[in-house]
């Protein structure tokens, strides 16, 4: 079978590196720029970049496909800057979805939980009503309206509580501060399923190869995150236990103790019903994920910023 070709835009953030570096090993054909060399919010470098792939993997006999790993992820900024946040997460997409049309390369679109209110006590299933309650949800929200209704051969995947390396992620500042504080409060009532970037990656890589073989999945919204879900509180807890600290270093608050400014919803576990349904590989318990990311980056983690 030929090689995957594929580019992804947002390449340098912690998704869009891991997918980088594990495409690569599979040995797939990749290019992924970082928004210095791919601004997903211009035009003409969307429509080049998207039309140069379809030519690269033409004259190659490869299989192309998009993978959109590009995103304004900082979720309290977006309160204040909606436009910004709204130009790389809802126009982005837009632009790269209507590329992928016209060039006809099929495109994963990654997107959040943070699109969901978190009112439910059930899981959420992809059909499931949006109810954003932040800018940076509205966003999200909004670009993955615009690719599924662009006409490109597009599916949107949410995943939730990403953590890699090369981010600013949950994982690395608890380590930084297991080091700098005796006892830390985490708040114990937003539930979510920490992700990690390498397991969210596989799958991604899995989907794409899939779709490249035109046994894309019937449904075009898929939920992607590693199994089970817990809170911050529970999350910092593992992270401490598996950095060989004292858990009962970390106590539990309410999200009232340290208001943020976005709201973040309560409760946004995505139900794994889709990804299974769709015969992907189940994704790793997220303990399990977060137990193989703290071996393998331990030193990174020592030393983290
Ligand atoms: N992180 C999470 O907890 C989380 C949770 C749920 C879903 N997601 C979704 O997962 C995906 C990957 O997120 P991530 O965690 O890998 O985020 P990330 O580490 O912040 O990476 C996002 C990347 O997008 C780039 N970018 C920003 N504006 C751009 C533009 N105009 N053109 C091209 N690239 C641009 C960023 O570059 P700069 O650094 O130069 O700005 C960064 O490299 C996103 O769709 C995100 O919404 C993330």
């Not at 015969?279 to 071996?295: G, I, S």
Request: hydrophobic share 40%; aromatic share 6%; proline share 7%.
């Amino acid at each position: 079978m030929t090689a995957l070709t594929l580019l992804i835009p947002g390449g340098t953030g912690q998704l869009g590196r891991e997918l980088n570096r594990q495409a690569q090993q599979a040995g797939a054909d990749v290019r992924a720029p970082g928004r210095a060399e791919l601004d997903v919010t211009s035009a003409g470098q969307v429509v080049s970049a998207v039309r140069e792939l379809a030519e690269h993997a033409r004259r190659r006999g490869g299989r192309p496909v998009v993978i959109n790993a590009a995103a304004y992820t900082a979720v309290d900024a977006a309160e204040s800057a909606e436009r910004k946040a709204f130009a790389v997460n809802a126009d982005g997409p837009r632009l790269l979805a209507a590329a992928c049309a016209s060039a006809q390369v099929p495109l994963i679109h990654v997107s959040t939980d943070y699109v969901f209110s978190g009112e439910s006590d059930r899981p959420y299933e992809p059909d499931d009503p949006l109810g954003p309650r932040s800018a940076y949800g509205r966003t999200k929200a909004a670009g993955e309206v615009a690719v599924l209704a662009s006409g490109a051969d597009a599916w949107v995947v949410r995943t939730a509580w990403v953590y890699g390396v090369g981010g600013s992620n949950f994982v690395h500042t608890i380590a930084r501060l297991e080091r700098e504080k005796e006892t830390l409060r985490v708040v114990d009532d937003q539930h979510g399923s920490p992700t990690s970037a390498e397991a969210l990656a596989g799958g991604l890589l899995q989907l794409a190869e899939r779709i490249a073989d035109g046994q894309g999945p019937e449904q075009r919204t898929l939920h992607c995150a590693c199994q089970g879900s817990t809170t911050w509180f529970g999350f910092a807890r593992a992270i401490f236990e598996e950095l060989d600290a004292d858990p009962e270093r970390v106590q539990p608050c309410s999200t009232q103790d340290f208001p943020r400014p976005a709201p973040r919803p309560a409760r946004a576990v995505l139900s794994p019903r889709s990804w299974l349904a769709a015969e992907l590989d189940p994704m790793p318990a997220w303990r399990e994920a977060l137990a193989a990311y703290v071996r393998k980056h331990r030193d990174e983690l020592r030393a983290a910023e």
